[in-house]
């Protein structure tokens, strides 16, 4: 496969082994509403954040949305084509492979880009994320061909892109998405009746019926209506969804056993109408040789409304991001994608619940409608922003504020998130670890050093878990009660012991390997062979995961 190469190449493709491990601490003060729902706003360098959440959520995130810089001429103080190519590629690598680490096998991430870099963000996402798990590159109409744009000679720029990649494409699942659009005239036909007896139906038109219901007579009613003329027939097909046909022209290989013989029949008795049971357990229906087609099965839920749909395709010029500026009350000078964006890409990857996750959070957007969504965030922002914009704006989508797509989803409020900051290395200058880290800390680094998993454990027992038939303990901080210099952190015939019946607790029949991880060993070389026991010292042998 083709590789893109760059000034700096070889040094950024090692930057996310490099990043050191950090905490993240609480700043409640700046937390709101119902922090038992998981969801974080985190401030701080997003490559040092995600490299902070592996050991936590490494395999978890079902969905990413990130809006990066569009790499313009703006986006740096000195530009330089080339140097501003290879600084941007710079910042993307190692982040892409952090977020690529976060995501569940069945998951996916979403980039918007403009085609400054979009070309490059794809070559170098073939290669991140495998090339055979490309999903699509959405164009997204951002704008119209209108204003001061309009003036410069040549083509107007009104497009921006969506490219996405699965983490692998065999698991991923995309939903259904509809979109809505306008009135299919094919569908001309009402059905009048009782809906229950097909063997009474009679047809008239749409337009007669749609006249009728007015009380007029169709020219008068055009008149009558004006420019909303369209609409209120929209709305009366809509509404009348179960009644509305079309006659559509089948072949016979194509209706299914039961389906042969109603068609079969339908040929031969003009006027009536004759029904076949689907597999389903629904029917369909034929007349005089054609299949009736209902409008209801056109009809989707788009933004809370019933409306004429069809399936989403690669361009979306159906969302508007003219008034994206309004949303959330807070402005923000590099510009915001529409809540309306964030949704469809949600409403195509993911289910209540799941957990979805924007490293250049920018205003708070994609935090704000997976809020609003019911799906569980995390949200990164480096600056004030986080302070200043996210954190605000996410504390009016819990009191339930109505802008976006509150209503479109029947947003009332409730919810919450925790505020975090990026604290101390948990490493220190020669990859060791510090030794005021908590216990649950160390844990969670261990267990994912050891097993490339996020750790699930309390923090109230040495036993870290059993993974692949190997258990894992760690003697740190006096987790067994002894607070004591190097008491309980000992690897002793005692520890050993209590290891042991932590492990009989979860596993009664457990015969596997042991790695043990203390601050020294007093168990001879023998007796760590003959108990299949691997010893490790910290804080000499944990070190920064590479």
Known sequence: MPILNWLTRE????????????????????????????????QGDNLEAL???????????KCIYIDPPYNTRSAFEHYDDNLEHTQWLAMMWPRLELLRDLLTEDGSI?????????HY??????????RKNFINSVTFKQSSVSGPKTINPGMVTIASYVIGFANRKASWRPKHVRRGRERDPRYSQFIIGDMTTETEWEFSTVLKEFAKAHGM??????????DDYEEELHRFVIKNRDRVVQRVRIQDQDAGEAGRVALAKSRKAPGVVFSARRDDGGFNFYIEGKQLAFYKNKVADVGGQLVTGEPISDIWDDILANNSHNEGGVAFDGGKKPEALIQRIFELTTEPGELVLDSFLGSGTTAAVAQKMGRRYIGIEMGEHARTHCAPRLEKVIEGE??????????????GFRFLRLGPPVFDEEGHIRQDI?????????????????????????????????????????????????????????????????????????????????????????????????????????????
């Open 11 to 42: 040094e950024n493709i090692r930057t996310a082994q490099r990043v050191p491990y950090r905490l993240l601490e609480e700043v409640s003060d700046l937390s709101a509403g119902d922090d038992g729902e998981g969801n974080l706003l985190i």
């Open 51 to 61: 490299k902070a959440l592996l050991p936590f959520y490494a395999g978890r995130v």
């Open 110 to 118: 979403w980039v918007s880009i403009d085609d400054n870099e979009a």
């Open 121 to 130: 963000l794809k070559v170098i996402m073939d290669e991140i994320f495998g």
């Open 217 to 226: 007579k169709l020219n008068q009613l055009k008149s009558y209506l004006g």
């Open 402 to 415: 109505q802008g976006g797509i509150s209503k479109a989803v029947n947003w009332e409020g409730g919810g």
């Open 438 to 546: 908590r216990f649950a800390v160390l844990a969670a680094h261990v267990w994912f050093s050891e097993t490339d998993r996020p750790w699930d454990g309390s923090g109230d027992s040495p036993l870290l878990g059993i993974h692949n038939g190997h258990a894992h303990a760690l003697l740190y901080n006096g987790i067994l009660g002894d607070k004591r210099p190097g008491g309980g952190n000992v690897l002793t015939r005692a520890t050993l012991a209590l290891i042991r019946e932590e492990i009989t607790k979860v596993a009664p029949d457990f015969d596997g390997p042991l790695t043990v991880y203390g601050e020294q060993s007093r168990l001879t070389p023998t007796t760590l062979d003959r108990e299949s026991i691997t010893f490790k010292q910290t804080p000499y042998d944990v070190k920064a995961r590479a």
